[in-house]
């Protein structure tokens, strides 16, 4: 892709590689002189050809040193805007140091209504300012722009809010308002281009207070944020800015870049909320909870020999640290692996944590966070990171705390709930087999009833047969009196009488007995019968 920020041809290329060959008579001012020459003449032949709609014609460039830009009439310039809307392969337009004005731009645009084609525009530093801009509204409505750069304007916050307002349904990704007077980033409409992903705004005299916080919330905040990369070196950004920057890309997941460099009233303050953003170490669960998504935040530019203007200070240390934490970002690429990497970097080795300590003005106090029982676990870990001589100092900081936060309660507790459990479990086993053991016991009851009344019953039944044959006896027995007592004389009737009477009550008495056994004996058929059943169904 052409760049945003110039151009280049074949024939430049060329003639450098001729300058690299030539005399040492040759002089620069005539290098110089050619070289404008060879782009002027392509900038030319590249505007018949956009004119006539050739496929090979794909970019535009020229700057105001061109004879040709410098005179080009009002109608010149409202012909070539009309030339690119009709142009259908042109991609890249770069008209730059001084090839625009507001008035010109005021009749470029006005041929300039619409493009399909063009991807990438480079206006800047051509001293445009808000009419400037106002001019491009009706373009920059209708327009496949992939990218802008208007940077070295004067533009000014009421020229950004135009812009985006005007880009807001434009599918642009690089939008680049460098060195335009900016001083706020407050939105006026709330309108934002939908597919922004590059910001540059450095600079500008951009001071982050409450009022630009909305703003910034937009472009940072909610699920439909789309930015990537935010630049904001060379501002008025203090500490009070910092903070505000820090609270809301804490939820941030889509933001990889931001640049603070050279703002110059960011002091040990808004660098250690910085550091904190990506690596808070106050715990474990605010080091988890840090943000992961940056992959490069940088607010100074560390030397790395320790020479003047820097000495190693403050600020290097915490932009080295910040870079730790960053890269460990970039190399997991996941939220999750990301801060489980930086609790075991950060707080597991010994050195390290006690930099980061100092640098955020905390307390060692990571063993208290740790609950014992995962004590062994973190061992196992520190001692296959880092090492037999981290694990020695892990043991030695944390044995005291180890017996220090041990909760005895907690622990007896905790046996206490796990043998309940099992007593719960052996107590519905012991009533399951009392269920079964009082069934078979109700059976064997059953069966030595049914066995004590069949007994009874035999009995019984041997009793009625005795009963039923000594009746046939007495039966005979009278028979045989009463012929005796036929042949009796007189004398003899008073005895005669008393047998009668004794035999009249024993056939009267012995039916009653017989009928009793009966009965008996049938009420034990049916209770031996109805224990049988019982039985079964117990069975």
């Known amino acids: 892709a052409a760049s945003l920020s110039g151009s280049g041809s074949e024939s430049e290329a060329s003639l450098h590689e001729s300058n690299s060959s030539s005399n040492d008579d040759d002089s620069v001012e005539q290098f110089n002189v050619n070289l404008q020459r060879v782009r002027e003449n392509e900038f030319n032949v590249n505007l018949q050809r956009i004119k006539v709609n050739d496929p090979e014609a794909t970019e535009l460039a020229g700057n105001g040193h061109y004879n040709c830009i410098e005179y080009m009439t009002d109608e010149g310039w409202e012909q070539l805007g009309r030339d690119i809307s009709n142009n259908t392969h042109l991609k890249d337009v770069y008209l ?125 905040q909610g699920g439909h944020s789309t930015l990537k990369g935010l630049w904001l070196s060379n501002n008025m950004i203090d500490n009070e800015g910092v903070a505000i920057l820090v609270d809301i890309l804490r939820s941030n997941t889509t933001l990889t870049t931001l640049a603070l460099e050279h703002n110059n009233d960011i002091t040990y303050d808004g660098e250690m909320l910085l550091l904190k953003l990506v690596n808070n170490l106050s715990s474990i ?47 997991e690429g996941n939220l999750v692996a990301a801060g ?14 006690l930099e980061l300590y100092c640098l955020q003005d905390l307390d060692d106090s990571l063993y208290s966070q740790i609950d014992p029982l995962h004590l062994p676990e973190i061992f ?26 041990v909760d005895r309660k907690k622990c007896i507790r905790q046996q206490r709930e796990y043998h309940a459990a099992h007593v719960a479990e ?15 016991e109700r059976e064997e009851v059953l069966e030595e009833e049914i066995a004590y009344h069949t007994a009874k019953l035999e009995n019984l039944q041997a009793v009625l047969a005795e009963v039923k044959r000594t009746k046939g006896d007495e039966m005979g027995e009278e028979a045989g009196l009463t012929a005796t007592n036929g042949v009796e004389t007189d004398g003899g009737d008073c005895g005669a009488g008393r047998n009668d009477e004794y035999l009249t009550d024993r056939n009267r008495n012995c039916p009653n007995l017989v009928l009793a056994l009966s009965d008996s004996a049938a009420a034990l058929s049916v209770r031996i019968h109805d224990g049988i059943f019982e039985c079964r169904q117990l069975w």
Not at 301 to 306: L, R, T
Not at 384 to 399: F, N, Q, T
């Open 380 to 405: 196992s870990l520190i001692w296959h990171r880092h090492g037999h001589e981290e694990l020695y100092v892990a043991l030695s900081s944390s044995i005291m705390s180890l017996f220090s936060t």
């Open 340 to 353: 489980r990497e930086k609790v075991v970097v950060s707080h597991l080795d010994s050195q390290i944590r």
């Open 96 to 220: 730059y140091e001084g090839a625009m004005n507001d008035h010109k731009m005021s009749f470029f645009c006005r041929g300039l209504t619409r493009s399909n084609s063009i991807q990438l525009m480079a206006l800047y530093e051509n001293n445009l300012s808000i009419a400037g801009v106002r001019s491009m509204v009706p373009f920059l409505q209708k327009n496949n722009l992939k990218g802008l750069n208007i940077s070295d304007n004067d533009i000014l916050s009421e020229g950004l809010n135009l812009l985006f307002q005007a880009l807001s349904d434009s599918p642009i990704e690089d939008l680049r308002v460098s060195n335009c007077s900016i001083e706020s980033i407050a939105l006026a409409s709330g309108r934002l281009p939908r597919n922004l992903k590059h910001l540059h705004l450095d600079g500008n005299n951009i001071k982050i207070n409450a009022d630009g916080r909305n703003g910034l919330a937009k472009l940072l």
């Open 285 to 331: 669960k605010a080091t988890l909870q840090s943000n992961h998504t940056l992959t490069n935040l940088t607010m100074k530019e560390i030397n790395p020999y320790g020479e003047y203007p820097y000495q190693n200070d403050l600020s290097e240390e915490f932009q080295m640290n910040i870079n730790v934490a960053t890269q460990i970002n970039a190399n």
């Open 426 to 440: 052996h107590r519905s086993k012991m009533e399951e087999l009392d269920a079964e053991l009082a069934a078979e």
